[in-house]
């Protein structure tokens, strides 16, 4: 079981920059893949980006990619989402997950959200 916690959401103007972070409690956390999704009120949730267990390979949204950069460090069992160039449409509740296989990820762990408003 993994438990994640998402943080660094908040009010940004659009434009600007955020940076998401993702702690996990896992001791097996260097073998799951983790993504980074979203969901907007009214909406479904979407992928956003994920990362292989390694770090060496990474996929994004044709919505972000470009602008947002996802990476991870093994050691401090954290994942984080670089947002740059923030658009309104980027507002959303923002989720961290892991799961195995890649790069078609079984995602089963989930965190609880963190919201990121982006003002025009």
């Known amino acids: 079981q993994v438990h994640l916690v998402e943080s660094g959401g908040g009010l940004v103007q659009a434009g600007g920059s955020l940076r998401l972070s993702c702690a996990a409690s896992?001791?097996?956390?260097?073998?799951?893949?983790m993504g980074w999704f979203r969901q907007a009120p009214g909406k479904e949730r979407e992928f956003v980006a994920g990362i292989r267990w390694s770090g060496d390979d990474t996929y994004y949204a044709d919505s972000v990619r470009g602008r947002f950069t996802i990476s991870r460090n093994n050691a401090m069992n954290m994942v984080y989402l670089q947002m740059n160039s923030l658009k309104s449409e980027d507002t959303a509740v923002y989720y961290c997950a892991g799961g195995q296989t890649w790069p078609t990820v079984d995602y089963k762990f989930w965190g609880q959200g963190t919201q990121v408003t982006v003002s025009s």
């Open positions: 896992a001791r097996a956390f260097s073998r799951y893949a």
